[in-house]
C-alpha cells in the first residue's frame, strides 16, 4: 500500500508563505490525481487543492488567488505553495491520492483512499 508522507509546515505570521510538499512511497502515485485538505479541531476536514493527472487544478473558495498546487513529473512530489497566510489557515494539512489517473481534480475527501499522516501549519497574528 503506497505511503504518503507531507513535509514543509511550521509556524509563520500573518502574511507569510509556506510550501508543503507530499511525496508517495511509489513514485508511479506522484502522476495519480491528488489533493491537499486541511483539518481544525471539531470541524470536518476540507478539500483545498486538487490536482488531475492532466495537470487541471481546482481550489477551494477560502485559497484561491493565495495557494498553488503543482508538480514537476511523475517521480517529484506534489506541492502546496502557499502565501498571503491568514491566522484562520491554521489546521492539520494532509494530502491524499486517488490511487489512480483520472480527469477531474476533486476536493472531496471521499474521494481519496489514500492520506498521509498530516503536518500543522500555524499563522499568528
Known amino acids: 500500500q503506497v505511503q504518503l508522507v507531507e513535509s514543509g509546515g511550521g509556524s509563520v505570521q500573518s502574511g507569510g508563505s509556506l510550501r508543503l510538499s507530499c511525496a508517495a512511497s511509489?513514485?508511479?502515485?506522484?502522476?495519480?490525481?491528488m489533493g491537499w485538505f486541511r483539518q481544525t479541531p471539531g470541524k470536518e476536514r476540507e478539500g483545498i487543492a486538487a490536482?488531475?493527472?492532466?495537470?487541471?487544478?481546482s481550489y477551494a473558495d477560502s485559497v484561491k488567488g493565495r495557494f498553488t498546487i503543482s508538480r514537476d513529473n511523475a517521480k517529484n512530489p506534489v506541492y502546496l505553495e502557499m502565501n498571503s497566510l491568514k491566522p484562520e489557515d491554521t489546521a492539520m494539512y494532509y494530502c491524499?491520492?486517488?490511487?489512480?489517473?483520472?480527469?477531474?481534480?476533486?476536493?472531496?475527501?471521499?474521494?481519496?483512499?489514500?492520506w498521509g499522516r498530516g503536518t500543522q501549519v500555524t499563522v499568528s497574528s
Open positions: 511509489t513514485y508511479t502515485y506522484n502522476n495519480f490525481c
Open positions: 491524499a491520492n486517488r490511487g489512480l489517473r483520472c480527469r477531474f481534480p476533486s476536493l472531496a475527501p471521499s474521494a481519496y483512499p489514500y
Open positions: 490536482i488531475d493527472s492532466d495537470g487541471s487544478t
